[in-house]
């Protein structure tokens, strides 16, 4: 059962300010649209506009339909991040996939999630800023990509800012390199995703020749519970 009626992530999935489309459940937006927030915050919002990136030039740069692929997206002068990689998702019909990507940009808005409002805390950067990390992955909520990013830019200042991406407008340009993979990613949250590949990664543990008796019954015989869905796996 889970702790809230939305994960994180279905709420990341809302998060992205005047681009992209509406991730599917209307009636999980009604309820994030009717929960009130203080003034300085974002509440989580449905993606409306796939426009706001014209410049964005993808390549496919390795791999095939069905495998791994690779890609580099590049974008241009005015375009918009978030818009930019949802539209581009959504072309390419992604299931699964992670980024990074270096560049600049003109001004973002950046939040940092307040669980107790279920809104972001707006952290803007209203200058042209060095993009020194950007890092974002793709998944699946409700049948459709939802693309969340997290990014650390500096500007003139040389003071580091940076949190959860819900805007940023591109100057003059961005280089972004992503590796898509077959198989969805799919959950009820972030951390479920991470519960899931830890619990791989416990039972090829457990599996393996190298894992000693004592601590391979361990992890065979121990109960394990997802800390966001509650759901005990073995």
């Not at 560049?103 to 939040?111: C, K, M, Q, R, V």
């Not at 198989?183 to 020749?209: C, E, K």
């Amino acid at each position: 059962m889970l702790t809230h009626p939305l994960s994180r992530r279905q709420w990341l999935g809302f998060s992205a300010l005047g681009c992209g489309c509406v991730l599917g459940a209307s009636a999980a937006f009604a309820q994030a649209a009717s929960t009130p927030v203080p003034a300085g915050y974002t509440p989580p919002e449905p993606v409306t506009d796939l426009t706001k990136a014209p410049g964005l030039q993808a390549k496919l740069i390795g791999g095939a339909e069905g495998r791994v692929r690779s890609y580099a997206v590049i974008f241009g002068k005015g375009d918009e991040i978030m818009c930019g990689m949802t539209a581009f998702a959504q072309r390419e019909r992604l299931v699964a996939a992670n980024f990074t990507a270096i560049g600049a940009i003109e001004s973002g808005l950046f939040g940092w999630f307040d669980k107790q409002y279920k809104a972001y805390r707006n952290l803007p950067v209203n200058e042209q800023a060095e993009v020194a990390s950007l890092v974002g992955d793709i998944g699946l909520v409700n049948g459709k990509p939802a693309v969340h990013i997290h990014a650390v830019v500096v500007p003139k200042d040389g003071i580091a800012r940076g949190g959860h991406v819900l805007h940023a407008t591109v100057w003059p340009t961005l280089e972004l390199f992503l590796t898509a993979y077959p198989t969805p990613l799919m959950g009820s949250g972030p951390a479920h995703l991470a519960f899931q590949a830890a619990m791989r990664r416990l039972s090829a543990f457990a599996a393996s020749a190298s894992a000693s008796r004592l601590v391979a019954k361990d992890i065979s015989d121990r109960s394990w519970a997802c800390p966001e869905c509650k759901r005990v796996q073995r």
